[in-house]
């Protein structure tokens, strides 16, 4: 079959891999449609980690996807083959500790699509996954939509953590897809007023065509102290979604005292710091989100009743020949791209 290879920094090869084949009656063979170029991907792309998962070369990334099923294992009842289904990328064992406890998104024994030392990703013609991976598509969602649900389903997780309740107001800081992903997801939990940044301002447009109550391009202004005059009670939930450590500083000023930051963004340095004094006497909480548990069927159901529409998020297409191109855009964020899709099928 053919695939996209991730053979160095910024480098692509469209080759020929071996097919994959069914190993367990509990594995589904499914046919990908399409796949999203996901920030994490960038990330292996432009530095060939992440942390300490390091690329070896040559290596199929991608992990955002949807396809059609085509062959299954003998004791899998949840599909059947021509099923079209949405994927959840994360393979865990179901044994150890964390999947007992009902973290399976923590599980020590871990299989996640196109990461490094654990599973192939998603670029390529074909892909073997578990039947507990895999989610039939409602009728009314595309493939597109399908493949959204895996960052719609980080968004949907991030809102869940924080606690949100109806009519609080809360800030996005970063408007990329996750971000965007959680603003969705967020407004159909009811939040009230919602402030965003980015420092591209394309993507502000579209947070506030989305409906954003305001905007702020940190690059170009003091956010905090303009969404402050603005909410002078500050804000009850504020989600960092850029892995900027500027973004962090600005989570801390923006939330009221009591408040939570939900670090949903993967920074590109090792470390994190925030300004104890206030963090303290806000006696601010802070929480990581680690991908999604257990928020991929929900996910699908809200976009199923039309309660999260998030077809605008894919700006461009892209073949997967042109996976290389698709990677150099969204790296760069040239023309106003927000979500790059690759048809595979």
């Known amino acids: 079959m053919k695939a996209a290879l991730l053979t160095d920094i910024k480098e692509f090869k469209i080759d020929q891999v071996a097919d994959p084949m069914l190993s367990s009656d509990t594995d589904v063979l499914i046919n990908v449609g399409v796949v999203g170029v996901c920030g994490s991907d960038v ?43 949405a994927v959840d990328p994360a393979i865990s064992c179901g044994k150890c500790d964390q999947c007992l406890a009902g973290r399976p998104h923590t599980c020590r024994n871990i299989r996640f699509l196109g990461c490094p030392g654990q599973s192939s990703g998603s670029l390529s013609d074909h892909i073997v996954m578990p039947e507990e991976s895999c989610f039939p598509l409602p009728e009314n969602l595309s493939l597109d939509e399908g493949a959204l649900s895996e960052p719609l389903s980080i968004g949907l997780y991030a809102v869940k953590q924080s606690g949100l309740e109806k009519d609080m107001n809360i800030g996005i800081l970063g408007y990329g897809p996750i971000g ?59 989600f960092e979604c850029c892995g900027e450590q500027d973004a962090l500083d600005n989570a801390v000023d923006l939330v009221k005292p009591g408040g939570k930051i939900l670090i949903v ?31 991929v069927q929900e996910t699908l159901d809200l976009m199923a009743a039309g309660k999260i529409q998030a077809g605008s998020m894919v700006t461009h297409r892209y073949s997967l020949d042109q996976t290389p191109e698709a990677f150099d855009l969204v790296s760069n964020y040239r023309d106003g791209v927000m979500k790059a899709m690759i048809d595979v099928e």
């Open 265 to 295: 963004g993967i920074p590109a340095t090792d470390t994190w710091s925030f300004d104890q004094s206030k963090g303290r006497r806000k006696e601010i909480t802070f929480i990581n989100v680690r991908r999604q548990n257990g928020t």
């Open 180 to 238: 965007m992903s959680v603003y969705l997801t967020a407004k159909a939990y009811g939040a009230g007023n919602t402030y965003v940044t980015d420092k591209l301002d394309p993507r502000l447009e579209i947070a506030r065509q989305a409906g954003a109550t305001q905007t702020g391009n940190p690059d170009e202004e003091d956010v905090a102290q303009k969404f402050n005059e603005a909410e002078s009670s500050q804000l009850d939930v504020v």
């Open 43 to 85: 990330h292996y792309y432009e530095r060939g980690r992440i942390g300490d998962q390091i690329v070896e070369y040559p290596f199929t990334i991608g992990h955002e996807f949807a396809g059609t099923v085509e062959q299954t294992g003998k004791n899998v009842t949840r599909v059947k083959p021509g099923d079209r289904v």
